[in-house]
């Protein structure tokens, strides 16, 4: 962790303290929306290539950087990364997302090791080292993860799904397996934050992208309690390093996220309503959010106006601006810069 931590805005509103102006940061503020980036994906060839180079994947994560002025820089990777260092094959197929080799209820989990898998990820923990050099001192590093429910979807649908069929057969039908399969993720996952913390991230975010397709008994077996169990486990080689959870389409339930004291923030997908965020949420946890990124598509009065919206509902607590959910690939930066001044430069 960075020992000029005091300094550093978000950090601070991740600590309970309201900030002026509001930080922000972006999902997904690196990628194919950036010229800079797809030049260098190019170069790099293979997405995962690109995610396992550190001299690569620190300038990707920096680029935003040099043309936005956020409060957050966070680690360029991406979430499959986990499955793929259990050793499930995994490609990422252009034009159609992830591809993996996908586990059946009945085939034998991966044999977890350790040693073996955090060697796996060494070059992950590299770029954080990069990234924390090249990171001016007050922006926050952010390390991250996929939420065991979110990952286990993609290593048993084989990639993305619409209905989750094979994941909620084998979770209905099968508990204790299932829970097998959890208990692996919670363990790697738990190693794999804490090396990313050790690395210099400041702080990290478990996204638990597929959280809202659960009915309520199942997310809070496969959503929020691994979620906990990844937290408690992090805290204990470092204690109270600032959690933020985003259990997107989870709907009032955002509200057992917030409530519970080991999370430290909640992320807004950008249906939940603000002044219930601000009265159920922001009582109990830091709110981050909730921009639809399709209105930074759009741009103009359309954008400033939601903004507007958003800063004047959440800004009363303490609060991160970002989006509901990652910068899509068509959205036009001046948009972004356009919406980064307007935060930068908003007052109560
Ligand atoms: O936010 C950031 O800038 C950090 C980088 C990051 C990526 N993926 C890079 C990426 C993060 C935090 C992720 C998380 C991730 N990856 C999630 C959770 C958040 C969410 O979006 O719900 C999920 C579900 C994935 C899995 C994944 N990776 C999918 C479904 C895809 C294909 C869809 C797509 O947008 O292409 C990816 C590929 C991926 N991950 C890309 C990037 C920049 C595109 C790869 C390319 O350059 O072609």
């Not at 590093?141 to 979807?153: D, H, L, R, S």
């Not at 992090?234 to 985003?246: C, E, S």
Request: glycine share 8%; net charge negative.
């Amino acid at each position: 962790m960075n020992s000029e931590a005091g300094i550093k805005p978000l950090l601070s509103a991740l600590r309970g303290e309201r900030q002026t102006p509001v930080p922000f940061w972006y999902m997904r503020q690196a990628g194919r929306y950036l010229p800079e980036y797809r030049k260098l994906r190019a170069e790099a060839g293979d997405f995962l290539n690109l995610c396992y180079s550190p001299n690569l994947a620190v300038e990707v994560s920096l680029q935003p950087l040099r043309r936005y002025d956020m409060d957050g820089v966070i680690l360029f990777s991406d979430i499959l990364v986990v499955p793929d260092a259990l050793g499930i094959g995994l490609r990422y197929v252009e034009g159609e997302g992830p591809q993996l080799d996908a586990l059946g209820w009945r085939d034998p989990l991966p044999v977890y090791s350790r040693e073996k898998f955090l060697a796996h990820l060494s070059p992950v923990f590299e770029t954080l080292k990069g990234i924390n050099a090249g990171a001016p001192a007050n922006v926050t590093v952010i390390g991250f993860a996929g939420a065991p429910w979110t990952v286990a979807t993609y290593m048993i649908e084989g990639g993305s799904s619409r209905d989750f069929t094979k994941t909620k057969s084998w979770a209905f039908h099968d508990r204790q397996s299932f829970q097998s399969l959890i208990d692996l993720l919670i363990d790697s996952t738990s190693d794999y934050l804490a090396a990313q913390v050790d690395a210099g991230a400041d702080i990290v975010q478990i996204f638990d992208s597929w959280a809202g397709v659960l009915p309520e008994t199942a997310l809070q077996r496969w959503s929020l309690a691994p979620i906990l169990e990844i937290i408690r486990r992090v805290r204990q080689q470092y204690p109270g390093v600032p959690v933020i959870a985003f259990p997107r389409g989870a709907g009032v339930s955002y509200r057992d996220y917030a409530a519970s004291a080991d999370i430290s923030a909640v992320s807004l997908d950008s249906t939940i309503p603000l002044s219930w965020a601000a009265e159920n949420l922001q009582p109990h946890a830091v709110v981050q959010g909730n921009l639809d990124p399709l209105l930074l598509v759009r741009g103009g009065a359309p954008l400033l106006e939601e903004a507007e919206r958003i800063l004047a509902a959440l800004s009363g607590g303490p609060f991160i601006f970002n989006l509901g959910h990652g910068i899509v690939p068509q959205t036009p930066p001046k948009h972004v810069a356009a919406l980064s001044e307007f935060i930068r430069g908003w007052r109560v």
